[in-house]
């Protein structure tokens, strides 16, 4: 292997745990991590993405529908049901250590996603089957919803040169690959890439590098000296430059990592505010927008003036203006010149100050119609929890990430860092006894048992207790001792466990003794082995389950969980 590639692979599996995994199976996570977007890749274990041991031709699949990640038909429905439209793209992996490239293997990697696409069944292979089955879903009942035929991307991962993968050969095969896939007829965009070292190592940069660009910014006016803000600046860009901020690669994509600390994700064409911006941007009044529009915020850690109007920023993020920027990527086709010629506010802010930061998102994002659980990452109670896990009273090594991104570029190992989405549905499952919904998307979580969680008045031990038992589970199952047929009832094992330490339901998270019983169970998941534990617990879960794994619905169900409960009372 490519001893760069070598050296990203080795600290990528120390930075994720993935010590105890077989290479091939790091491999597949380590392309995984490099290629899927941020967004899908923040909605779960990156140990859930490997397929069933065995499946040939395909090592990860990621079926997006509207921005979610679907892993059989129920998550389908659970997406489609109240959605007016639906967005589908597939993204497939395979991933290949070798540094040659196999032309027949890039043959059988088409042929694969070709029979996955028709959905021709994969009975000997679970999980396979079951993502087919789901896109066979989207087709089946929602088919009119549609807003495009889904998009298919396809990467063949290696650690090949440059001159290999760019040989005739691996070409004609590409081409080939494209054409069988794009002859099925009910697709949309169908691209295949095979990937070598030198794209591994680029895709290595873009998501591991403080972000960094140079732009033209004119009438710019610097604002007085204020504490905690090293510069502020107002003025105006062309979109043209505000593009610059907003996009990646050699291909212009729109880079998804700036928008991390923006609360509020893209709400869509449909959206009737974005309606109108694309609609300005569309006719003669395009040269107001200045006037129409508030422009965007952007925050940077570093920020210096080069000749003339340009300036370079590093380490920024655009916490306001999500929709604005959206909007101006997807019409920068129908600008044609006037995109170098349509300007668009801008506020610069540069500051290494995490509680400035902090007090400029909530400021400019409490300006708009923003929900509530929007902003829970910057309330009293996850500042206070952020500095709980930070004095690491019971010694448990784990960090919170209160804002998304937060640790980017960050010597923090990623397996312990405790997103608010992972806080949420551990302590759910474990100590509000609703694991059947702590497996739900998080904004439909907080949605169900918001006002139960993250309260004034709540002890924070219970909170650091249940994350620490899910990394455990995770880690359980990563190392490979805990069979992933369990996967789908982690939650449920979660909550088996706390009725396992202490013998039946704990007390309200507002109680003092909520800190006692959550010392217990620190206690008890700092045993050297937990595997054998696990599974006897997730062999109560499939006791209640009538002596066989509940589907993924069932286990969604309240019924189930108090049918649990019982079995879990008995012992």
Known sequence: MNPLIKGLFKKFREEEELIEISDADAFELFAASLILPEDLLSQVQKSDLLLDQGAIGVDVIALDVNGQLAWDADDVREICDNAAKVEVSLHFIQAKQSASVSSAEILSFGDTVRKFLQNEGFPAYPRLDSLAKALGSVFENYASRLKDSPSIYLYFTTTAPKQAISADPVRERIATATEHIDNLGFLGKVVVTVLGADDIHDAWVRKNHANEVEIQFEKQVNLPKMPGVDQAILGVVSVAELLKLIQTGEEKNLDERVFYDNVRGFKGEDNSVNKQIMST???????????????????????????????????YQIVNGCQTSHCLYLSKQSLGDAISEVYVPIRLVVTGDEEVATQIIRATNSQTAVQENDLVALSKFQKRLEDFYKLDTPDIKLTYERRSGQFYNKEVTKNRIVTISDQMRAVSA???DAPHVAA???????????????????????????????????????????????????????????YHVLGGQSTALDKNKSEEQSEQIIVALKQQDLISTFRELAQSVIAAGGGQMPSRDRLKRQQFTQELVTELMKS
């Open 440 to 498: 739900r998307y998080a904004s439909r979580l907080y949605a169900d048992i918001g006002e139960a969680i993250f309260r004034e008045d709540h002890k924070l031990l219970p909170y650091m207790a249940s994350a620490f038992a899910a990394y455990r589970l995770e880690n359980a199952f990563r190392s490979g001792g805990l069979e992933s047929a369990y996967k789908p009832a982690r939650y449920h094992i979660l909550m088996a466990l706390k």
């Open 430 to 432: 474990m100590f509000l």
């Open 281 to 315: 941007l569309d006719s003669a009044e395009r040269s107001l927008l200045p006037v129409l529009n508030n422009g965007v915020t952007v925050v940077a850690a570093s920020y210096s003036p080069k000749p003339g109007d340009a300036v370079a920023v590093s380490g």
